[in-house]
């Protein structure tokens, strides 16, 4: 697939789980955005969903999520044939902070200073790039298997229940 197509097909593959939890999910259009799936939960409160695919080893340069009420969703296409549903992975904003700070005190080492920015961003001070530090993390299925197939999380923010967001 190409890479627009996994994009797309992630999108619409997690609306598809959400929609078979009962929950409904409104995909959004376009190029230039920071929410891929708008969720309403029984209180009328607004749930943002953003979705990153891959079909490869890891899914690269994650920029994360930040703010209330935003759930990350990693689908992950690897090694499945057409007809095989991929594997998702449901983090939090604080499950992917705590994600985050977990690489970094593995890896400072071999990248140098890193740190999160306010919108929770690795930023490699000493990775620069045309002037820039590197910002973004590339996450692995294998660093994050505690986060596959946690529906729940949105179906509990979905309900109110023990609210994660």
């Not at 890896?107 to 961003?121: A, C, K, P, S, Y």
Request: one cysteine or more; aromatic letters at 8%; a negative charge.
């Amino acid at each position: 697939m190409r890479k627009e197509m996994v994009s797309l097909a992630a999108e619409f593959a997690v609306a598809s789980e959400l929609c078979r939890r009962d929950i409904y999910a409104q995909l959004t259009l376009g190029h230039q955005k920071r929410t891929d799936l708008l969720i309403f939960s029984e209180h009328d409160e607004l749930l943002r969903v953003e979705v990153k695919g891959k079909q490869g080893k890891s899914w690269p340069n994650c920029k994360g999520i930040y703010g209330h009420n935003v759930m990350l969703v990693l689908v992950d296409f690897a090694g499945k044939s057409e007809p095989e549903r991929p594997d998702f992975y449901i983090l939090t904003v604080e499950d992917w902070v705590e994600f985050v700070k977990s690489e970094i005190e593995k890896t400072h080492d071999r990248f140098g200073r890193i740190e999160l920015d306010e919108r929770n961003v690795p930023v490699f001070l000493d990775q620069v790039k045309h002037g820039q530090p590197y910002k973004g993390m590339g996450v692995g299925p294998e660093s994050i298997q505690h986060h596959k197939e946690k529906w729940e999380k949105i179906t509990q923010a979905v309900a109110g229940k023990n609210h994660p967001l």
